[in-house]
């Protein structure tokens, strides 16, 4: 299935993410017609930029590409349950379709926390579907963090 | 009192941007010895960039400029309530204090909708004061939106 594709893009971008040291996330961006527009994985470190999560960086380059702040119509994969301000950036691109992968009871924004999509104020509210290579990506997280913390 | 004084630089960035065409909204970043280590207005029309809020672009340029994505001690002066993208932005940037003025029922992220900072998995809370040269930076909204919608 197509879903299950794009989310082994994400993955791959979340290993390579691991590789260079970053918390192994990774998000793709997908257009209208099924096309990935754009996939990257964190680099908050790399880039000494607290905002360069794997979802705030496809956005950025999907709008820059589209030449729009808004990206109608579009999907988003990702590894891992998006933190508030990343769910809050997708809702103003207004995304259509949110994947992603394993839940994060300590930093989601998404199904904990802030559950930016479940307040009246929130402006567009996509699809949201959870849970896809759910293990995959969790594995990819705790073996990072088992060999950061011995 | 120089946080009155560092938001009259906010406001200066919120007026520039309306003067951009953009939503007037302007932030100022300090650091802790109390020199102004960024100021910008919003530039999400310009930039094409649905994350380009004036918090986030001081944020990120400020990071930039410390080479880390964590700025202790800092504080964040910002016209408007932050939405839950900034408020968790500042939240990962360990911004130190939040001064903000106009309160923004409709996408504020901290006293309203997501309220980004009550919840236990916050990671990091600042202190938050409310109200600065509100009246002032609600007027510059009021005023841009009635020219916008006559």
Redesign the interface.
Known sequence: MRFTSHMQTALFEARAAADRGEVPVGAVLVDPRGQVVAQAGNR??E?????AHAE?LV??EG??K?????LPGHALYVTLEP???????IS??RISRVYYGAAD?????VA?????FS?????HVPEVYDGISAAEAEALLTDFFKAKRP
Do not use: F, N
């Open positions: 908050t470190r880039l000494h930029d607290p905002t705030i956005i950025r709008c820059a589209a030449g729009s702040e808004r933190c508030a301000m990343c769910a809050t950036a103003a691109a009871p300590k930093s989601g924004g904990h926390g802030a559950r930016v307040h009246p104020q929130c402006h």
